[in-house]
């Protein structure tokens, strides 16, 4: 699970050199005043959020989860640790709260706007900021937790530092290997 965060920093300053690249170039892509203003603004918040998740992840690294909440942990099954992942990138989101919502913001704006220019660049760069920000394995780690008993899902929550980024792979390993 350490792997995909990785990648995921990769893509983000592969994605942030393109937009640098595209901000410094002399000749114009656009034709539309709109969409040139929305593709900065889209780079500027995707550089703001690129740095916040970066600090978050660093935060996570350095936070493990107290002996007792592991000894609370170790009281769930091994099946609990997908739901665990869930909770993860859930305090990453809240860490990158406001940097994600203005990200989230420009982009469907931008994704509105260039609905009636077509313009295939500014589409190919909002789908190549979608693979990176989303993931359909939040979406099996979300539907895991919410497949778990109440009183899984109510220990859990009652887990000392679970509300903030934590490192989930050394919770993991204390809690079941």
């Given at each position: 699970m350490e792997i995909r965060p990785l990648w995921l920093q990769r893509k983000m300053k592969i994605l942030t050199i393109l937009f640098f690249i595209l901000t410094i170039s002399p000749s114009k892509v656009f034709a539309d005043e709109y969409l040139d203003f929305g593709m900065d603004l889209l780079s500027d918040k995707f550089t703001a959020f690129e740095v916040k998740h970066d600090k978050c992840?660093?935060?996570?690294?350095?936070?493990?989860?107290?002996?007792?909440?592991?000894?609370?942990?170790k009281q769930l099954p091994i099946s609990v640790g997908e739901a665990l992942g869930y909770l993860h990138l859930k305090a990453m989101r809240m860490c990158v709260g406001d940097e994600y919502t203005e990200l989230l913001q420009v982009l469907l704006d931008l994704e509105n706007e260039n609905k009636t220019k077509q313009n295939t660049f500014v589409t190919q760069e909002i789908?190549?900021?979608?693979?990176?920000?989303?993931?359909?394995?939040?979406?099996?780690?979300?539907?895991?937790?919410?497949?778990?008993?109440?009183e899984y899902k109510n220990k859990l929550q009652r887990v000392e530092g679970i509300h903030q980024p934590f490192d989930m792979i050394n919770a993991f390993e204390r809690a079941w290997l």
């Amino acid at each position: 699970m350490e792997i995909r965060p990785l990648w995921l920093q990769r893509k983000m300053k592969i994605l942030t050199i393109l937009f640098f690249i595209l901000t410094i170039s002399p000749s114009k892509v656009f034709a539309d005043e709109y969409l040139d203003f929305g593709m900065d603004l889209l780079s500027d918040k995707f550089t703001a959020f690129e740095v916040k998740h970066d600090k978050c992840l660093t935060m996570s690294k350095m936070n493990q989860l107290s002996d007792s909440s592991i000894v609370t942990l170790k009281q769930l099954p091994i099946s609990v640790g997908e739901a665990l992942g869930y909770l993860h990138l859930k305090a990453m989101r809240m860490c990158v709260g406001d940097e994600y919502t203005e990200l989230l913001q420009v982009l469907l704006d931008l994704e509105n706007e260039n609905k009636t220019k077509q313009n295939t660049f500014v589409t190919q760069e909002i789908d190549k900021i979608k693979l990176l920000i989303f993931s359909t394995s939040e979406l099996r780690a979300q539907k895991q937790y919410d497949s778990l008993p109440v009183e899984y899902k109510n220990k859990l929550q009652r887990v000392e530092g679970i509300h903030q980024p934590f490192d989930m792979i050394n919770a993991f390993e204390r809690a079941w290997l």
